[in-house]
């Protein structure tokens, strides 16, 4: 069973910058496709992007595009989320996910929250404007 942390959420003025990190243990981190979600008060969970377990493939929502940057690193088991250009739109719980082990995904399975297995707690994000 995996588990997972995010941290690196905070209070940022609009056009400012914040990383997210997710740390994983349990599973071999490198077997499976990781994503980040987003939840705004009274909102639907958003998907906000995905990458697969080699971390060569990424996708985006568009929303989000040229802003953000989804990257991991496998040997320290973590996946990271880089938010520039930050917009008070951009204010929400973000959490990580992760997909079963060997399941590759695709361009719209990655972008689904019901094709993950295993969600972190999430961590708070507040643009200011």
């Known amino acids: 069973q995996v588990q997972l942390v995010e941290s690196g959420g905070g209070l940022v003025q609009a056009g400012g910058s914040l990383r997210l990190s997710c740390a994983a243990s349990?599973?071999?981190?490198?077997?499976?496709?990781m994503g980040w979600f987003r939840q705004a008060p009274g909102k639907e969970r958003e998907f906000v992007a995905a990458?697969?377990?080699?971390?060569?493939?990424?996708y985006y929502a568009d929303s989000v595009k040229g802003r953000f940057t989804i990257s991991r690193d496998n040997a320290k088991s973590t996946v990271y989320l880089q938010m520039n250009s930050l917009k008070p739109e951009d204010t929400a719980v973000y959490c990580c996910?992760?997909?079963?082990?060997?399941?590759?995904?695709?361009?719209?399975?990655?972008?689904?929250?019901?094709?993950?297995?295993?969600w972190g707690q999430g961590t708070q994000v507040t643009v200011s404007s």
């Open positions: 349990g599973r071999t981190f490198s077997t499976y496709a």
């Open positions: 990458i697969s377990w080699s971390g060569t493939t990424t």
């Open positions: 996910a992760a997909g079963a082990v060997g399941s590759y995904g695709s361009s719209l399975s990655l972008k689904l929250p019901s094709w993950y297995v295993t």
